[in-house]
């Protein structure tokens, strides 16, 4: 009988031993992959991740993960007169050339999230190259990461003429989302490389949507075709609001472009349309487009076309040039005549009103208008809001000074 059990026993002994050798608790690569992405700490990150590099069956994500942290040890210069320095930039740029593909779509999806390293971590696709271009605009066409979207473009961007061709591929694909390639050509004209001109002006444009057909005349523009000038504004007045975002998107970088167009378009039903017609406006700068601009504020329009308008007429007041005349008086009685139903919008138009050029405007108006009495009597009598009346408080202490 104790022979019998005797097997069992050391079976169960050896099993128990077994299970006392594996690596206990977390693993080196969850423990570095949270040292790096929710805490930035990129030295101790990189002495973890190596260790996963090691002991990892699967490669990827430590590789992927090592070169977002050698990166982020370098820009954030935390190894600045530090011994090991140079071989930090040893290793990222080492282990920037040898990146795969795995490796490459990995970063993309670490890097879709927003963290204190995602920044140096695109520095490190843009210097990859072409390899990163090309997955980056497969994600992009999939919507996979939809909130990263601006850090891909951004990213494309900076690569330049290494981006140039995969995103010219990616155009020609018949089974890319339209509005995908519309934003793929955006990013041509932003890089600036005249060597594909020849190539957009070969496109079909038989079979293209109107939207598309603008995006490309406006990129073929600011890569020095002034031609299609015509054809761009034109689509100012199109019965389709995707083309008129197109030609909108473009306003700001046409040359002597005729005002009136400008402010016609700010009465454009869509909030794209009016936010960037707002921002050409602070390129283009008119007088007449002021009253125009701040009526936007009691509109039904996003936030975006707002925020727009402040920043534009910002800059207007402090261009000077007597841009800004009757606008101070006019915002305050926008104000005391409660035409501004959003008390959010109330608030973006009492920051504007802070202004160091308005409020010298309000001071002058007092005199003749008596401005500040009657802002002190629409605060005590007609606003609910504690935000606009912090807002409007802040103001009149401004204007009494």
Known sequence: MKKLTIFPMILILFVCFACDTKQKGRSYLSV????????????????????????????????ALLVIAYSHALASGVTKGQDFESEYKRQRAERIDAL?????????EILSKRSEVQQNGFQALVEKGTDAAVLLIDNLA???????????????????SKAVDPILDKIADADVNPNVKIILIRVIGEIGDEK??????????????DAFKISIYATLYRLGEKK???EILSGLTSNEAGVRRAAAKVMANLENVNTTTLITALKDSDSQV??????????????????????ILKSEH????????????????????GLTKGL??????MLINKEVSSSEDRVRLLQLLKHPVMVKKLKAAIVVDDLDAKLYDYLQTDEESAFVKVELNELLNLIRK
């Open 328 to 333: 101070a008086k006019h915002l305050s009685l």
């Open 100 to 108: 795969n593909e795995a490796e490459i779509n990995k970063m993309i």
């Open 142 to 160: 999939e919507g996979l990461y939809p909130k990263a979207d601006s850090n891909f473009i951004t990213t494309l961007t900076k690569m330049g």
């Open 228 to 230: 299609y000038k015509s």
């Open 196 to 209: 594909v001109v020849e190539r957009l002006n070969a496109i079909d444009m038989t079979n293209i949507s």
């Open 274 to 295: 009016v936010t960037d017609i707002t921002k050409a406006l602070a390129v283009h700068k008119n007088k007449d487009a002021v009253k125009p601009l701040a009526n």
């Open 32 to 63: 570095g992959r949270d040292k790096l992405i929710e805490s930035g700490l990129a030295i101790e990150a990189v002495q973890l991740l190596t260790e996963a590099e090691k002991k990892e069956e699967d490669k990827t994500e430590p590789r």
């Open 302 to 321: 996003g936030a975006s076309a707002k925020k727009a308008v402040v920043n534009t007429l910002i800059a207007y007041a402090e261009a000077g040039s």
